[in-house]
């Protein structure tokens, strides 16, 4: 190796040549080291997981049914044995990534909630153009909010923010990320790439690289499952409509008053209520994976509801009795 190449101390490869399969005492030594260093654990059967259990307890306080969206196993992309885990750390740091949510009032002078919403929109059309992924269009908002509710910014430097915090963005969530000069032709080269990179450098440095931000996206994809639980509407549908309803929120201001847990779970209590205006769009399922009652997306609702409905939800639908 080359002497400015450094080795992970913690992962330092026994001090062996060569060995051969007679070495079995050799071998099992190593094997004792590596597990050590890499704190592996025996796999222990537990009969009922943690998220099980607590569906269970939910059943029995509740007395209500509540699917079970954690049963497949063999997947491993659903990590349904540590999915559960996994969203409770979620709402528990969801709180400490939020930008504020007066910054236009107490921060901005030259720009308005109506630039914010013409710059999120022209990102999306940036974000179709290059086919990213709907979690790089969400970080960049979170990014652009976060930065604003500290930085006072004039508005022809807005674009600037923008395409700095996608760049950001894309470089976490994609695979392969668009180039800096990709983003400079996409503002018709209103920008030199020297300043979308010191740009980029000053949101990195403002946000201490603290890059990791729970969005709505990622609650959406939980609530979804949790929804497509009781089979009441096309699956498929439930899903384009609850996404749709989700990014429509990016664009209004007032949104940001309300956690990314909660927008998400009102987008599912909207989606289901459009396509089944008959039935109550929430049930035990949702409440217990989503940890919202009905009456409290009362108000979230009313923002996020963008899209034609019918004209009012009946009252009863935002009691906390589930029985149809």
Known sequence: MDESMSTCDSLRSPDV???DNKDISAIESIEKKASAILSISENFDTPVSICKRDVIASIIESGDKIADVDDNLDDPQLCAAIACDIYRHLRASEAKKRPAA???EKIQKDINASMRAILIDWLVE???EYRLVPDTLYLTVNYIDRYLSGNPMDR???QLLGVSCMMIAAKYEEICA???EEFCYITDNTYFKDEVLLMESSVLNYLKFEMTAPTTKCF???FVRAAQGADEAPL???ECLSNFVAE???LEYGMLRFAPSMIAASAIFLAKFILLPSKRPWNATLRHYTRYEASDLRECYKFVAKKYCPPAVPQDYFGNNMTK
């Open 17 to 19: 040549e060569y060995m």
């Open 102 to 104: 007066n910054f236009m």
């Open 126 to 128: 940036v974000a179709e």
């Open 156 to 158: 022809q430097r807005l």
């Open 178 to 180: 668009p180039q800096v």
């Open 220 to 222: 959406l994809r939980r």
């Open 236 to 238: 498929l549908l439930l």
């Open 248 to 250: 429509l929120s990016l």
